[in-house]
């Protein structure tokens, strides 16, 4: 039976041009000891999601490294992208340039490891007190594509097989209310929710584990200990669906 990983906030660049040790000595040799991790947990027929921020390049062509060290692990590979993802521009040229065994999580829906994959990346929630009417309109886009994903999961796949949501920014923060994010999600279904964007001191405001009927799980790098994180598949123990 294929297991399903996740794992965000790579921050790959192969290139050298951004080392991570410069924000904490955590994040030295970050990308050999992920690969390491990686390489001994995960099986060529296992599946991997890459939930967002995965390489610091500028551009598509700067990011072929980061790819290949991607494409290079085992597993079958989703990735979504993130807010640092800025290489990430024309969805036609991304999923052109994918290398084998990766694909891209956009508008759609995708079948891993058994399980039907559905997401977006999401954005700085609106009642965020920095947030910014720039941001506002980019979150109501990012619903919109959540909306799209559930839409192509249900029409191509139905509501049988358990469904995983692939976000990068929180659907939830502690001690504030849910956002819509959670609402679109539990409505869809969904299982499981792994996400990232957090670091450091803030991964301690990211909702984990079994909250309103879903089991959310913060997958960031440096606070999954570099490694893939499996998420198992199991009935879910607490909330009516």
Not at 111 to 130: F, S, Y
Not at 156 to 162: E, I, K, N, S, T
Not at 204 to 220: A, K, M, N, Q
């Amino acid at each position: 039976m294929p297991r399903l990983y996740a794992l965000a906030d790579l921050h790959l660049s192969m290139t050298g041009r951004k080392p991570m040790d410069v924000f904490g000595e955590e994040w030295r040799d970050h990308a050999t000891r992920m690969a390491e991790a990686w390489d001994s947990r995960v099986t060529a027929g296992d599946g991997v999601l890459l939930a967002g921020d995965l390489s610091w390049a500028e551009n598509l062509a700067e990011a072929v490294p980061d790819l290949a060290w991607i494409a290079a692990r085992p597993g079958k590979k989703l990735l979504l992208r993130g807010n640092h993802d800025s290489w990430w521009k024309s969805a036609t040229k991304i999923m052109a340039a994918m290398p084998p065994g990766c694909a891209v999580l956009q508008n759609d829906a995708h079948l891993v490891a058994g399980r039907v994959v559905i997401g977006a990346r999401g954005w700085v929630a609106p009642d965020d007190e920095g947030a910014t009417e720039a941001d506002v309109a980019v979150y109501r886009r990012e619903i919109e594509r959540l909306k799209l994903s559930i839409a192509d999961a249900d029409r191509r796949f139905g509501r049988a097989a358990p469904r995983i949501a692939m976000v990068h920014f929180p659907p939830w923060i502690e001690g504030r209310a849910a956002t819509e994010v959670v609402a679109i999600l539990r409505a869809a279904k969904v299982a499981d929710c792994v996400y990232g964007h957090l670091h450091g001191a803030d991964m301690s405001l990211g909702v984990t584990g079994e909250r309103d009927g879903i089991r959310f799980h913060l997958v960031s790098a440096d606070a999954v200990g570099f490694a893939p994180a499996e998420i198992p598949s199991a009935p879910l123990a607490g909330a009516s669906r």
